[in-house]
C-alpha cells in the first residue's frame, strides 16, 4: 500500500511550489532557527548569576 500524494522516487516534479510565504520568507528551516534561540536561551539561563548551576557550585568543578 503506498500513498498516492508521495512519490516513490525523489525527484522535481512540474507542480512542485517554493513556499516563500510565513515564516519560509525570512528562513529555509524555522525549526532550526527556534533550536538556536532555544540553546541560546538555555545557555543565558544556566550562565546567570542567580541559576542554581552557579549558586550550587556545579560549574566551579567542571
Known amino acids: 500500500m503506498t500513498c498516492p500524494r508521495l512519490p516513490r522516487l ?3 516534479r512540474k507542480d ?3 513556499v516563500t510565504s510565513g515564516p519560509y520568507s525570512i528562513v ?3 525549526s532550526y532557527t527556534g533550536l538556536l534561540l532555544q540553546n541560546i536561551g538555555t545557555i543565558i539561563m544556566y550562565g546567570s548569576q ?3 548551576m552557579r549558586q ?3 560549574l566551579q568543578v567542571l
Do not use: T
Request: charged share 20%; hydrophobic share 25%.
Open 56 to 58: 550550587s557550585g556545579i
Open 50 to 52: 542567580e541559576s542554581w
Open 10 to 12: 525523489p525527484g522535481i
Open 16 to 18: 512542485y511550489k517554493v
Open 28 to 30: 529555509r528551516h524555522p
